[in-house]
């Protein structure tokens, strides 16, 4: 090939990625637009602003702060209210304020630069994606690749959101690549790059820790393979080239450390001077239910080992995924359950990406495709990727298997690549696939993120098999506002995902809120009564009940078997009638009774939690509010009635799902 014909052709392919890319750019600006502020967006984009302005890394420890730090960067130019902090618990004070920082300024604004800010690293994860598949497979790999992830649901939905999915995925992957490229040809500048990436990687969500047991199985075969896989040669004695990788390991580790802690200003301290997490940490790790995780994290603390915010971090997500409702196939579970993320991958996955991973696996299973290095470097990663979460009960959203996607969409690219070398008419077979999804994907615009494939019913049906950020994320309120005006509805109610959290007056939305598990978390006080008339609006969230708990546990379980008038995104149910919501009801008197008791006001207090128990008397929490209140008055003999009625309760109506109550309560009666 002649110098000239080189030229051009790179031109070419420079050319047909920038393509690709501006699609993306297209796609990210108008679902930006489109949609309203998701569930936690406004914490995410109000910690980044604070971490920039006063170094305050402890209102959002719960996640690292690079992908926070990138979109508040274009705010920092802005004029903006900033509310003054309250000192309360960190999650209530990162997501009251996140709320009040985002829809007492311009929200419109500041939602569209800090999410084109963050698709930034979409953009760069695209591309890593296409140099890696070009360098392991070849360019015409590295093209498949790249239209596989241009229409791939999951990154569509999550590339320009603010949030630490996609940020793990890009830093993850390139840690892989980048000692890939090192193994390949050792040298210290590219061992630095790898630190680098895993330090970015460590900096952007915690679940990015699972890069060292990828690295540490992908030395390992280096170590024990002996050029046998390769064809290569073995240039050293397996002796010396385990010492070798052990070095590279240690450096990475030593590289990625220091990158993460740069992100935190070298600063062990969460917050600036004067100000202390809520709870302090010490206090914090004791709510793990394993004591070998708190002797860890405490050591790791007592040594300043890792910044306190990122230790924060971890201690949060071990706890909270001890508590994680899932729901799955239309059925709810108190926990997470071990097959969800293999249904999960299924459904949300396009059919084109389930059906070219099927042709890759055969492909490698035949020996058509002996890369043996490359197809190592993009499986192990996700097989450990994969294998972790299934059992973390973390069973919210596909996004958090995100990474799985990106090493898999290379692999597919070689394998086709392969059989199109071996048999150009495959070529035909690979194009139409990859046009079926770009059609299949783009039609659930801009609601992304309810995607399902053809198999399951399309994006319509998602909302019977998953929930949470797998369909509905309280991002449907500018479409919820056009509908309204487009029927003239001015007098509603609306159970919504994001009640609490996000503003909905902002949007215009005329509604009346009901009580969710998350408006009651954050103690909004919503007015609930026994009986409403439609039209009734509500989150497809709420509707599965997987956070209220199965059955006669969740307000608003009739709904499921009612017909809705319309659905709005895939994810907001219309219902028009008369309709009973006793427990709704029930739960705001006792929201009012919790607060009344605070305040010491006890006659208002028993008044309200006696019309709590009236309107829902099987329900364990307004008997337990009563008992509180009868026992502060010194009537315990009373009280004691409803403490036993809620242990009843507790032990018989939907028992796994109420499981928390029961030793508080037997303490109670033992008392």
Known sequence: MTAQNKISRRAWVVGGVACFL????????????????TWDEDNHIYAGYMSWKHCDFGLNPE?????????????????????????????????????????????????????MAASLLTLLLVVLVFLAAQEMFGTGAAFIALALLAFDPTLLAHGALVGTDIGCSCFMFASIYAFYRYVKAPSLMRLVVAGVATGLALASKHSAILVFPMLLLLAICEVVRLGNLTGEPAQLPRSRRA???????????????????????????????????????????????????????????????????????????RIMSDFYASYLLGKDYPKGIWYYFPAALVIKSSLTFLLLLSLAIWTIASGKLRAWREILFLTIPPAVHFTVAMGSGMNIGVRHILPIYIFLAVLIGGAAWKLIEQDRR???????????????????????????????????????????????????????????????????????????????RYY??????????????????????????????????????????????????????LHPTAVIDYAVFVFDGH????????????????????????????????QAVALAPDAVKPNVVLGD??????????????????LTLAKTVEPEF?????????????N
């Not at 006080?525 to 059955?551: C, K, M, N, R, T």
């Not at 309709?579 to 607060?595: D, Y």
């Open 22 to 37: 501006a699609v993306l750019v297209l796609q990210f600006a108008f679902t930006a637009r489109a949609n309203s502020i």
């Open 63 to 115: 996640h690292p702060p690079l992908v926070k730090l990138l979109a508040a960067a274009p705010l920092l130019n802005l004029s903006l209210k900033i509310p003054p902090l309250q000192n309360r618990f960190f999650k209530l004070e990162a997501f009251l304020n996140g709320k009040d920082f985002i829809f007492q300024n311009d929200a419109d604004k500041i939602l569209f630069r800090a999410r």
């Open 243 to 317: 010492m070798r990788m052990a070095a590279a390991l240690v450096l990475v580790s030593v590289i990625s450390v220091g990158v993460l802690w740069s992100f935190y200003g070298f600063r062990y301290k969460a917050r600036p001077e004067g100000q202390q997490l809520n709870p302090p940490l010490s206090e914090f790790v004791q709510g793990l239910s394993r004591p070998r995780d708190v002797r860890l994290l405490s050591a790791v603390a007592r040594l300043h080992l890792l910044p306190e915010s990122y230790i924060y971090g971890l201690a949060d997500v």
């Open 426 to 504: 495959w070529i035909y077979a690979v194009v139409v696939l990859l046009l079926f999804q770009a059609i299949s994907v783009t039609r659930a615009y801009p609601a992304y993120l309810a995607y399902a494939n053809e198999l399951w019913g399309g994006p319509s049906q998602t909302y019977k098999y998953l929930t949470d950020s797998n369909v509905d994320w309280a991002q449907q309120l500018k479409a919820t506002k056009r509908y309204l005006d487009k029927h003239g509805v001015k007098d509603c109610w609306f159970v919504y995902f994001g009640e609490g959290v996000v503003d909905t």
């Open 508 to 561: 215009g939305i005329p509604c009346k809120p009901l009580p969710t598990t998350d408006s009651l978390w954050v103690n909004k006080p919503i007015d609930a009564p026994p009986a409403i008339d439609g039209p009734v609006l509500i989150s497809a969230g709420d509707l599965s009940g997987f956070e209220f708990g199965a059955g006669p546990l969740n307000p608003y379980e009739q709904f499921k078997y």
């Open 579 to 610: 309709f009973e919501i006793p427990l709704a009801a029930a739960l705001s008197h006792t929201q009012k009774a919790e607060n009344l008791f605070g305040e010491k006001k006890l006659p208002e207090a028993l008044s309200q939690a006696q």
């Open 629 to 646: 209140i009868l026992t502060a008055m010194g009537h315990s003999d009373q009280a004691r009635q409803f403490y036993q009625k809620a």
């Open 658 to 670: 109420q499981v928390g109550w029961v030793d508080g309560l037997e303490k109670k009666l033992a």
